[in-house]
C-alpha cells in the first residue's frame, strides 16, 4: 500500500515519513483523536481557529486604531487594540484555540493575490491544516520542550515578536530558517515528507516562485531563551534570544541558553497554511514575479513575522510540558469541540476592512505590492 500524500506527525519529531506508515496504518493518527501516549519530547500541537480578521496589532501598535497592516488573529476574545500586562486569561471569556485553558493571542500578518492584469488585490483564505478537521481556519500551534522540568512556561504578561515586518532579503539560515514557505503540488498537504523548514526543494524562506496548487504553508519559529527578567522590551525581541548557537530549527530544543538569557523557554511555532488553490486558474506574472504578497507589501515573503501575547490559565502550559504533553493529547488539559471553539469571536472595529473578500484598489491600510 502507498504511504499517504500528506505529512505524519512523527516526522516532526525526526522520525523518517516510512517509519510513520507501516502495514497502511498511520501512527499518528491515534495520537492526535486522543490517547494515554505521552512523547519522547513535550509537544504540544493543536489548531486554533479564527477568531477575527483585522487590522489591529496591540504588540507593535498599542491603542492604534487601525493599525498600519491587516492580521489573522486567533485565541482569545480579549483581542483588542490594547492589552494589558496582566493575565488575559483572566480578561477572556472564550478561545478559538483546541485547550481551553489556553486564551493566549496569536497573530499574522495576511496573504493577498495581486492580479498582474489590473494590479487589485484579494485576500488568500486560510484553510484548517491537516489533522485539524472542522477548524474555522486558523493557525496550528506548536510548544516543545525538550523534557520534563527542563524548560519555564512564560508568565501572564509575556509578549514576544518573531521576524521582522521589514526584512526583504535572505538571512540563508539553510534549514534553521526561523520562518518558511512550504509549496504544496499536491492536494490534501502532499508533495513532502520532511520537517518544517526542511525540504530543499519545496521549503523556502521566501515566497514560492512557483504555482502551488495544494495550498501554500508558513512556519514561524520563536526563541528558545528568555533573560527572566523582562516580560517584553521595547522592540518585543530583546528578552528572548536563541541558543549559543544560533538559532535553531523546528523541536531543535536542547542548545545552550547564552548567559544573558539563561532560562530556556518552549520553543513556539505558527503554522499557516494558505489556500492558493483558489487563484489556481487566475493570471500568473509573465516577468519571472509571483502573485502573492503580505498585507504589509512585502512581496518577498522574508518579511513574514508572528506576534504572541501569553494568556495560559494558572500553571497549565508548565504543567503540559514537564508531563510530556504530545500533540493534542494531554490528560491535563480539557479539549473544545471545533463546532464549540469557532463560535469564540471577537467583533470587528475597523468598519472599512469588513469585506474580507472584495477585490480592493489597495492593500487595507492604503499600502501596495513592493517590487
Known amino acids: 500500500m502507498p504511504r499517504p500524500c500528506h505529512l505524519a506527525l512523527s516526522a516532526l519529531l525526526g ?63 480579549a483581542f483588542s487594540a490594547s492589552m494589558p500586562t496582566t493575565d488575559i486569561s483572566k480578561l477572556a471569556t472564550c478561545t478559538t484555540c483546541h485547550f481551553d485553558q489556553d486564551f493566549s493571542n496569536y497573530w499574522t500578518a495576511n496573504l493577498y493575490y495581486r492580479s498582474p492584469i489590473n494590479g487589485t488585490y484579494k485576500r488568500v483564505p486560510q484553510m484548517a491544516n491537516q489533522f485539524n478537521d472542522g477548524d474555522n481556519a486558523g493557525i496550528t500551534i506548536y510548544y516543545t520542550s525538550p523534557g520534563p522540568n527542563l524548560t519555564t512556561a512564560f508568565r501572564p504578561g509575556f509578549r514576544m515578536l518573531a521576524g521582522d515586518a521589514n526584512r526583504r532579503t535572505s538571512e540563508n539560515l539553510g534549514t534553521k530558517m526561523q520562518q518558511c514557505y512550504r509549496c504544496y503540488t499536491k492536494p ?18 521566501y515566497l514560492p516562485k512557483r504555482s502551488c496548487p495544494g495550498g501554500i504553508r508558513s512556519n514561524i519559529v520563536f526563541p528558545l531563551c528568555w533573560d527572566g527578567k523582562n516580560l517584553d522590551t521595547p522592540n518585543h525581541q530583546d528578552h528572548v534570544a536563541h541558543p549559543v548557537g544560533g538559532p ?14 539563561p532560562i530556556k523557554i518552549p520553543q513556539v511555532m505558527y503554522e499557516v497554511n494558505w ?7 487566475d493570471p500568473w ?7 502573492f504578497v503580505l498585507s504589509t507589501g512585502d512581496t518577498t515573503g522574508y518579511g513574514q513575522h508572528g506576534d504572541y501575547v501569553f494568556g495560559w490559565e494558572g500553571n497549565k502550559l508548565q504543567e503540559a510540558m514537564d508531563n510530556r504533553c504530545y500533540l493534542r493529547n494531554c490528560s491535563l488539559l480539557t479539549a473544545i469541540a471545533p463546532a464549540v471553539k469557532n463560535k469564540c469571536s471577537v467583533p470587528v472595529t475597523v468598519t472599512a476592512d469588513a469585506d474580507l473578500d472584495a477585490w480592493l484598489t489597495e492593500l487595507p491600510g492604503g499600502g501596495h505590492a513592493e517590487y
Open 248 to 261: 535553531t530549527s523546528f523541536a531543535s530544543v536542547g542548545g545552550k541558553c547564552p548567559a544573558s538569557h
Open 188 to 205: 490534501d498537504f502532499g508533495g513532502s515528507p520532511y520537517a518544517p523548514c526542511m525540504d530543499p526543494v519545496f521549503d523556502t524562506d
Open 275 to 281: 489556500d492558493t488553490a483558489h487563484f489556481i486558474n
Open 285 to 291: 506574472p509573465t516577468d519571472g514575479t509571483q502573485p
Open 15 to 77: 522520525l523518517s515519513a516510512a517509519q510513520s506508515w507501516e502495514g497502511g496504518i498511520d501512527l499518528d493518527r491515534p495520537m492526535l483523536q486522543g490517547g494515554p501516549r505521552n512523547g519522547p519530547t513535550a509537544m504540544l500541537r493543536f489548531g486554533c481557529s479564527q477568531v477575527v480578521i483585522e487590522r489591529l496589532d496591540p504588540l507593535v501598535n498599542p491603542d492604534q486604531n487601525p493599525s498600519a497592516h491587516m492580521h489573522q488573529i486567533v485565541g482569545g476574545n
